[in-house]
């Protein structure tokens, strides 16, 4: 298990960075890697409530610098009480580094 955690330690990580406005949460996915890569980056956002459900799904090919963090995309949110939101993040270069990581609001679950 300590091996895993080193790995993703040595190779990058991915963090959210969230702020909210009146009824609107923006969520801005970042990625920070230890070595340059041109990754394949998959985003999907699925949001469920009262008045159904929405999905939407990016995928791009992006060239990300060594050990600076890049924000991949701006994602605002109408999140109303009881939506459940989540939003998957993935990074991959086809080989050896691959990262993903989740995101819903507190007390949202898919």
Avoid: Y
Wanted: net charge neutral.
């Amino acid at each position: 298990m300590n091996t895993l955690i080193l790995l993703a330690a040595l190779s990058g990580q991915i963090t959210f960075n969230t702020s909210q406005q009146g009824d609107i949460t923006t969520v801005i996915p970042r990625v920070t890697l230890a070595e340059p890569c041109d990754c394949q980056v998959k985003i999907v956002s699925v949001r469920q409530g009262q008045g159904g459900e929405s999905s939407s799904r990016q995928q791009n090919t992006l060239s990300i610098p060594a050990n600076q963090a890049i924000d991949l995309t701006r994602l605002s949110l109408n999140i109303h009480t009881g939506d459940t939101v989540k939003i998957i993040v993935t990074v991959s270069d086809g080989k050896s580094l691959h990262l993903s990581q989740q995101w819903s609001p507190s007390g949202s679950s898919l």
